[in-house]
């Protein structure tokens, strides 16, 4: 089993590398970006410091996504989907794909300018605030319910 406690490793590792991205992005980046910015610059600048970032969190996610399902193969754990106290399991891939669709669909083809709209630069703005907030915050609650279910903490039993 040697070959699942090295994919777990390197799950936890890249969760901690993009998880860990997305809180600075979300409290320290943008609150930076916002006080030094007038509003109509804001989404330029934070667009240009943060692809850079992208980057990371596509091989991040792709890696955390590998070893994710490499895991479920390995140890056969498929049946947890249908169990209410594996939520977690759910709420992990719930998030990898929040973030997939986000990093390699929405971002690259530039669909944000159009959600979040370019004529009103202070509420596009807000709106790429609140979303990163409601990102860390799923991401947490996901990792918390990932360490306590996968060490016998059961919820929802
Ligand atoms: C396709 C997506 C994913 C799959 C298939 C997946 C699958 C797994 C599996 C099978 C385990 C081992 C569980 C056990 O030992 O009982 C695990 C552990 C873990 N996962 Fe994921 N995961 C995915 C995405 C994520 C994401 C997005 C996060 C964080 C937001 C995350 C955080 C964790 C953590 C922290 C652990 C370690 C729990 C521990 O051993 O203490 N995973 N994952």
């Known amino acids: 089993m040697d070959d699942v406690t090295i994919a777990l490793a390197l799950h936890v590792a890249f969760v901690v590398l993009w998880i860990g991205g997305v809180a600075f992005v979300t409290t320290v980046l943008l609150p930076a970006v ?13 667009d240009r410091i943060e692809r850079r970032f992208a980057w990371q969190a596509r091989i ?3 890696i955390v996504g590998l070893t994710g399902f490499y895991m479920l193969y390995r140890l056969d754990m498929w049946d947890r989907f249908r169990h209410a106290a594996y939520w977690w399991i759910d709420a992990m891939v719930a998030v990898w794909l929040v973030f ?4 390699f669909i929405v971002e690259p083809l530039h669909l944000h300018r159009r959600l979040f709209g370019q004529s009103e630069p ?10 990163h907030r409601m990102l860390l915050l799923i991401s947490l ?17």
Do not use: K
């Open 141 to 157: 609650v996901t990792v918390l319910g990932a360490v306590m279910g996968s060490h016998g903490l059961l919820l929802f039993e």
């Open 60 to 62: 991040s996610t792709a």
């Open 34 to 46: 916002r006080r030094l910015e007038a509003p109509h610059e804001r989404m330029q600048m934070f």
């Open 100 to 103: 997939t669709l986000m990093l």
């Open 122 to 131: 202070e509420l596009a703005f807000r709106r790429v605030e609140w979303l």
